[in-house]
């Protein structure tokens, strides 16, 4: 069985740094992407930043390009999101997930099948 832990997050003034990492257990091959979105109360999901695992390919929504970063660690599928520079507007839940096989649309959250249970990301101003 698939499964996405995240950790990390917290609570940061602006202009702070934070970091967040979601290990998956129970998924073999490396031909898949995995993501972080995030949901802020009242607003849609939206998909922050993917990276495609065979290739190391990273993808940013534009209104984080610049100051996130999306990492992992293949061997151990871990992937890792360095948040820096934050905004007040940055203030979400955050999750990670994984969907199968490659996709022109990593940030969008049609296709993904894993979730991870969310971790809180906090930014003051």
């Known amino acids: 069985q698939v499964q996405l832990v995240e950790s990390g997050g917290g609570s940061v003034q602006a202009g702070g740094s934070l970091s967040l990492a979601c290990e998956v257990s129970?998924?073999?091959?490396?031909?898949?992407?995995m993501g972080w979105f995030r949901q802020a109360p009242g607003k849609k999901r939206e998909g922050v930043a993917a990276?495609?695992?065979?290739?190391?390919?990273?993808y940013y929504a534009p209104s984080v390009e610049g100051r996130f970063t999306i990492s992992q660690d293949s061997a151990k599928l871990i992937m890792y999101l360095q948040m820096n520079s934050l905004k007040p507007e940055d203030t979400s839940m955050y999750y990670c997930a994984a969907r199968r096989g490659f996709t022109i649309f990593p940030l969008q959250e049609k296709g993904y099948e894993y979730w991870g249970q969310g971790t809180q990301v906090t930014v003051s101003s």
């Open positions: 990276v495609y695992i065979l290739r190391s390919t990273p």
């Open positions: 129970g998924y073999t091959g490396r031909d898949f992407f």
